[in-house]
């Protein structure tokens, strides 16, 4: 009796020693939300505590967290899950929407340095359009620890390209889905966009897709994808391109924004909403 209450005491003690705390928010926490860092199983409606999520997701060979990319608190929490899931498993894979091709060699002969140089982000030649103060930190942590970084991306070139050359919409796409895709690139270039612009800029979200499932597929399992929301959507995202047993998809989502359903993913993890920025203001002063 007394060896079986020590053996229940060690494991209460290791699990809670592994319950390692979410970082604090960054972001305005909204009055009265209950379900800040739990996340939403879309399919049961139940919220789960996050070592309730990683010990859901543990044992997936392929998962897609999204992200909105200007928000703090979403990288925070990429960081905290990737520590939390590497803790229970080595992680074989690490791919980044954020890294291209042509990068690949650079990141590789990283290892070799480590995460320490200074000069880092000018070793990888890091795009400034993502911001090295919060790609940063999964980058190191992934070189000290050595898990493997793919790049997940397109190559400027392989972009050039399809925009000259726009490559016909897969028919795995439905109706629903490619209006959606249209409707939303329109929006993002605050409606100064029209065809044939329309029809390549619909065409290199394609292919983005197409390439980070295709490199999803090629990384040693488990493995792990940082995208933002959109590329990681069911319904229209990398999840149409790939082949075999489908990932799991987990979205970062902001407090008080509607709440997909399960077309678009298997969890949503709830988060404060970064400032809004209006990003059409310049265009529209013009």
């Known amino acids: 009796m007394k060896r079986m209450l020590l053996t229940g005491l060690l494991a209460l003690w290791t699990g809670l020693a592994a319950a390692a705390p979410l970082p604090e928010w960054v972001n305005s926490v909204p009055p009265a939300e209950m379900h800040l860092g739990q996340a939403l199983d879309t399919r049961s409606g139940e919220w789960l505590e996050p070592d309730e999520l990683v010990e859901r997701i543990r044992n997936a060979d392929r998962v897609l967290l999204g992200e909105q990319h200007d928000n703090d608190d979403h990288h925070r929490l990429q960081l905290w899950l990737l520590q939390r899931l590497h803790s229970e498993r080595p992680q074989a894979g690490l791919l980044l929407e954020m890294l291209t091709p042509a990068q690949q060699p650079l990141v590789d002969?990283?290892?070799?340095?480590?995460?320490?140089?200074?000069?880092?982000?000018?070793?990888?030649?890091?795009?400034?359009?993502?911001?090295?103060?919060?790609?940063?930190?999964?980058?190191?942590?992934a070189l000290d620890k050595q898990v493997p970084l793919y790049a997940a991306n397109?190559?400027?070139?392989?972009?050039?390209?399809?925009?000259?050359?726009?490559?016909?919409?897969?028919?795995?796409?439905?109706?629903?889905?490619?209006?959606?895709?249209?409707?939303?690139?329109?929006?993002?270039?605050?409606?100064?966009?029209?065809?044939?612009?329309?029809?390549?800029?619909?065409?290199?979200?394609?292919?983005?897709?197409?390439?980070?499932?295709?490199?999803?597929?090629?990384?040693?399992?488990?493995?792990?994808?940082?995208?933002?929301?959109?590329?990681?959507?069911?319904?229209?995202?990398?999840?149409?391109?790939?082949?075999?047993?489908?990932?799991?998809?987990?979205?970062?989502?902001?407090?008080?924004?509607?709440?997909?359903?399960?077309?678009?993913?298997?969890?949503?993890?709830?988060?404060?909403?970064?400032?809004?920025?209006?990003?059409?203001?310049?265009?529209?002063?013009?």
């Not at 002969?109 to 982000?121: D, I, M, P, R």
């Not at 000018?122 to 940063?136: D, V």
């Open 109 to 141: 002969q990283a290892y070799a340095t480590g995460s320490s140089s200074a000069a880092l982000k000018e070793q990888l030649q890091w795009n400034p359009g993502w911001p090295w103060e919060l790609y940063g930190p999964v980058v190191r942590w």
């Open 154 to 286: 397109l190559d400027r070139s392989e972009i050039s390209e399809l925009y000259r050359h726009p490559p016909p919409l897969s028919p795995r796409y439905s109706e629903v889905a490619v209006a959606e895709l249209r409707e939303t690139i329109a929006r993002s270039h605050c409606g100064r966009i029209d065809e044939p612009q329309l029809s390549g800029m619909l065409g290199i979200q394609q292919q983005r897709d197409m390439r980070m499932a295709e490199a999803l597929a090629a990384a040693p399992a488990p493995s792990l994808l940082l995208a933002g929301n959109f590329h990681v959507r069911r319904d229209l995202g990398v999840p149409v391109h790939v082949e075999g047993e489908a990932p799991v998809v987990i979205m970062l989502h902001e407090a008080g924004k509607p709440m997909p359903g399960p077309e678009q993913a298997d969890y949503l993890w709830l988060t404060p909403a970064a400032p809004e920025q209006d990003h059409c203001a310049q265009w529209q002063s013009e």
